[in-house]
């Protein structure tokens, strides 16, 4: 079975521009997460989805951030307009509702440069 | 607010030789997790833990819970090249049974 799929690997973007981060979690998980990580403030909980509705968005940093969740198996965060402080990586973890419903399991991150 | 601290933040070592690392918590916790970033990808989960004083084996990864429920410990005896990577520790904040708080990580090279 394919795991957490994240697209794109690699964005690089100009200062203003949008960026849209793509996520397709593991079938049969009801739960999403978008983390994003960063050397100094690490690994931080941007906003949780649970059967496709926004559950807790606390950690989205501002409204230029956004995420959706059209279906069970497709997510985005968006980034309009994007500042070069948005520069990390951003991870998209998935985990069902079933079972040990600590472990997430985690995509292999989008690594975002905006200059 | 909630903080996890890890110690050491990096480590160089030997291939073959033994790991300690820990993870201290400004307040209490009821679950903690270990979870390894390899390079270029995102974090696996290694061990979790659910009780005071719990000591839960992973092949060569040993992990314990503290009895203070502040703290927890993981292990790497006899360290090889791909035990390369970053540690975190991580615990649960809040309510319910998703959010959970990252540590800063312990980045371990592994010298062959």
């Known amino acids: 079975d394919a795991g957490v799929i994240q697209s794109p690997r690699h964005e690089v973007t100009e200062m203003g521009q949008e960026v849209t981060l793509r996520c397709k979690p593991i079938?049969?998980?009801?739960?999403l997460f978008w983390y994003r990580q960063t050397m100094m403030r690490g690994l931080e909980l941007l906003i949780y989805f649970n059967n496709n509705v926004p559950i807790d968005d606390s950690g989205m940093p501002e409204d230029r951030f956004s995420a959706k969740m059209p279906n069970a198996s497709f997510s985005t965060l968006k980034i309009q307009p994007s500042e070069p402080r948005d520069s990390a990586v951003y991870f998209c973890?998935?985990?069902?509702?079933?079972?040990?419903?600590?472990?997430?399991?985690f995509g292999p991150g989008t690594r975002l440069t905006v200059l | 607010g909630q903080q996890l601290n890890q110690s050491p933040q990096s480590m160089f070592i030997q291939e073959g030789e033994d790991v300690s690392m820990n993870c201290t918590s400004s307040s209490i916790f009821n679950t903690w997790l270990w979870y390894k970033q390899d390079p270029g990808v995102g974090p696996v989960l290694l061990i979790a833990?659910?009780?005071?004083?719990e000591l839960t084996s992973n092949g060569r990864l040993t992990a314990q819970f503290g009895i203070t429920r502040k703290d927890s410990f993981l292990n790497i005896s006899a360290s090889i090249p791909s035990d390369v990577g970053i540690y975190f520790c991580a615990g649960p904040t809040g309510s319910g049974t998703y959010k959970y708080i990252f540590g800063t990580g312990t980045r371990l090279k592994v010298l062959a």
């Open positions: 973890a998935s985990r069902p509702d079933r079972g040990r419903l600590d472990e997430q399991f």
């Open positions: 833990l659910y009780k005071a004083g």
């Open positions: 079938s049969g998980h009801n739960s």
